[in-house]
Nanobody
Framework: QVQLVQSGGGLVQPGDSLKLSCAAS????????LAWFRQTPGKDREFVAS????????DYADSLKGRIIIVGDYAKTTMHLQLNSLQPEDTAIYYC??????????????????WGQGTQITFSS
């Protein structure tokens, strides 16, 4: 049984940094690409970043480049997303995902088969 278990998230303030984690089990991660998406109410899931577990290649959403880093802990089959300089527009539910996208579909939600439970990032007032 494939499981993607997320941790991290919570209340933040503008300028804060935060790390999200996604632990994968039940699959051979070398055969998959792992990714992060985020979703706000009433909108489709938005691509954030992805990591090729086999080749280590990363891909970042253009709007977030420079503020996020995706890394893999290969020994623990865990992927991390470091978000820096958080802004209120980063408020969303963040999801990790695993799939086998083509080079032209890396950023499409439909390319990913397995999903984590989601974790919320919310700005405190």
């Amino acid at each position: 049984q494939v499981q993607l278990v997320q941790s991290g998230g919570g209340l933040v303030q503008p300028g804060d940094s935060l790390k999200l984690s996604c632990a994968a089990s039940g699959l051979d991660a070398r055969d998959y690409r792992l990714a992060w998406f985020r979703q706000t109410p009433g909108k489709d899931r938005e691509f954030v970043a992805s990591l090729g577990w086999n080749d280590g290649r990363t891909d970042y959403a253009d709007s977030l480049k420079g503020r996020i880093i995706i890394v893999g802990d290969y020994a623990k089959t865990t992927m991390h997303l470091q978000l820096n300089s958080l802004q209120p527009e980063d408020t969303a539910i963040y999801y990790c995902a695993a799939g086998r996208p083509t080079l032209t579909s890396l950023r499409y939600e439909s390319s990913y088969l397995y999903w984590g439970q989601g974790t919320q990032i919310t700005f405190s007032s």
